[in-house]
């Protein structure tokens, strides 16, 4: 008797285990998982490791604000103290700008340029 079935391939297959590293026929159930792991955590070949001499990346607190915390045009130093001397209340709706001249009390990078409201002014 012969049934019009396809034939099933191994997990080793399916997961892209080439057949050079095919499992053993006696094996214990364990075995498989750690052997996908090792195939795909296995360290990369010198010859197509990335050069040293290239730079890291930063996630830094103000990484990549390169030219979102840049003063203007002519708008560099000291700010005026009308900046200092705004009033606001609580409940108002603000725009959120950060001078990147001020380092203390600076808010992160991604609050820059939403609108909140004010809950607390002290």
Same mark, same amino acid.
Request: proline share 13%.
């Given at each position: 008797l012969t049934l019009n079935t396809r034939p099933v391939r191994p997990w $080793? +297959? *399916?997961c892209g285990i080439p057949l050079w590293m095919e499992p053993l026929t006696l094996m214990s159930t364990i075995w &498989?998982? *750690?052997k996908i792991v090792r195939y795909f955590e296995r360290p990369i070949l %010198?010859? *197509?490791?990335? &050069?040293?001499?290239t730079m890291p990346h930063s996630f830094g $607190?103000?990484?990549q604000t390169r030219h979102t915390f840049a003063r203007g045009f002519r708008n560099h130093g000291k700010i005026g103290l009308s900046k200092y001397l705004t009033i606001f209340k609580v409940g108002q #709706? +603000?725009?959120i700008k +950060?001078?990147?001249s001020i380092h203390k009390? #600076? %808010?992160?990078?991604? $609050?820059?340029g939403r609108t909140g409201r004010v809950f607390n002014v002290n």
């Open positions: $080793y +297959v *399916l &498989p998982t *750690l %010198p010859w *197509l490791r990335t &050069p040293h001499f $607190y103000r990484s #709706m +603000v725009d +950060v001078n990147g009390g #600076m %808010p992160h990078k991604t $609050y820059h």
